[in-house]
């Protein structure tokens, strides 16, 4: 089923972070188109049934700088995902915390971008 939204972010180091962001928050590649120069034109990394998407900064003129994006992604087991985060080393900036609705953190990237996770899953019904 097509998702109307993608979250976007770029990076200076892609390729690192397309390897971090497996690693530490468990996404998985889904499409990576590289440039010949080996940066990131665009990227797809897939969790659960959503994407994001991502590709290397291209500089002064780009808009889109790193360090400026912000997700939130839904996941099934809030405590195992915190825990990979951590080993990771992650650093997560807010939380956990619970909420009436569910429960949440937030962790910076390399790059300083923000994620948050939690158990909180929105519907639009």
């Given at each position: ?58 500089g002064?003129?780009?808009h ?10 839904a ?51």
């Amino acid at each position: 089923m097509p998702r109307d939204i993608y979250p976007s972010m770029r990076y200076r180091d892609a390729p690192a972070a397309i390897d971090w962001l497996q690693q530490a928050f468990g996404f998985t590649r889904h499409a990576v188109h590289e440039n010949p120069d080996g940066t990131v034109a665009h990227a797809e990394l897939r969790y659960g049934d959503g994407l994001v998407m991502l590709g290397s900064w291209r500089g002064n003129d780009d808009h889109r700088r790193p360090g400026a994006g912000w997700a939130y992604v839904a996941v099934d087991d809030f405590d195992a995902h915190l825990r990979q985060a951590r080993d990771a080393g992650a650093e997560i900036v807010d939380g956990p915390q619970t909420e009436s609705y569910g429960s949440f953190y937030s962790a910076r990237d390399p790059e300083g971008n923000l994620w948050s996770f939690g158990s909180y899953r929105p519907t639009l019904e």
